[in-house]
Each structure stands twice: as structure tokens, then as C-alpha cells.
């Protein structure tokens, strides 16, 4: 099975950017949808940013449009990336990748998607 280790967390202040990595450790048809979930301490897993891999069709929650982006050519490398510009200290939180390799598409709910990263923490403070 795929396996995902996610690199590029760390402090940053108000207004400042941070690039994420995903490294996955194969490139297989299997999977369907990768993308970025984050958990605050107190908080639910919650969806920012999710590529469909066939369709490229790509989500991004509320709070991050306009400020994350996943880049078209994130298929480099076998590695998925998430820039983050405009961090806000709400952004503060544990950062996971994930993939998704049950059913055909992208879902909202973490609980879908079966192969998760151990997480990078992203601090965002003054």
C-alpha cells in the first residue's frame, strides 16, 4: 500500500508563507484523490484542499481559498504539495496528507480516505 510522508511544517508569522510536501512512496492507479486535511488541538480533522487524480478537479475549503493552492504540477516527483501564503494564526494546526483509494471520487470526510501521513505541525504566531 502507498505510504505518505509529509515534510515543510514550522513557525511562521502572521501574513507569512510555507510550502508543504507530501512524498508518496509509489505512483499507483489505485488511488483516486489525494489532498490535505489539518486538526487543531480541540478541533476536528477537517478538509482544506483535495485533487481529484484523474479529473484534476480540485477543492479547497473556504477558509484557505485564495491563500493555498495545490500547483497543477504537483505530480512531480511523485510528491503533493500545498503552498500557503497569507497564514493566519488560525491556521495553526497539525497538517496531514491523504489518500484516497476506495470508491471513484474525492469525499469531505476524513473517515474516507484510508491512507493518511503521520503529520507536519504548522504554528503560525507573532
Known amino acids: 500500500q502507498v505510504q505518505l510522508v509529509e515534510s515543510g511544517g514550522g513557525s511562521v508569522q502572521p501574513g507569512g508563507s510555507l510550502t508543504l510536501s507530501c512524498a508518496t512512496s509509489e505512483v499507483t492507479d489505485s488511488v483516486n484523490c489525494m489532498g490535505w486535511f489539518r486538526q487543531a488541538p480541540g478541533k476536528e480533522r477537517e478538509r482544506i484542499a483535495t485533487r481529484h487524480t484523474r479529473t484534476r478537479s480540485t477543492y479547497y475549503a473556504d477558509s484557505v481559498k485564495g491563500r493555498f493552492t495545490i500547483p497543477r504540477d504537483n505530480s512531480k516527483n511523485n510528491t503533493l504539495y500545498l503552498l500557503m501564503n497569507s497564514l493566519k494564526p488560525e491556521d495553526t494546526a497539525m497538517y496531514y496528507c491523504?489518500?484516497?483509494?476506495?470508491?471513484?471520487?474525492?469525499?469531505?470526510?476524513?473517515?474516507?480516505?484510508?491512507?493518511w501521513g503521520r503529520g507536519t505541525q504548522v504554528t503560525v504566531s507573532s
Open positions: 491523504a489518500a484516497k483509494t476506495l470508491g471513484p471520487y474525492c469525499s469531505p470526510s476524513p473517515s474516507d480516505f484510508n491512507v
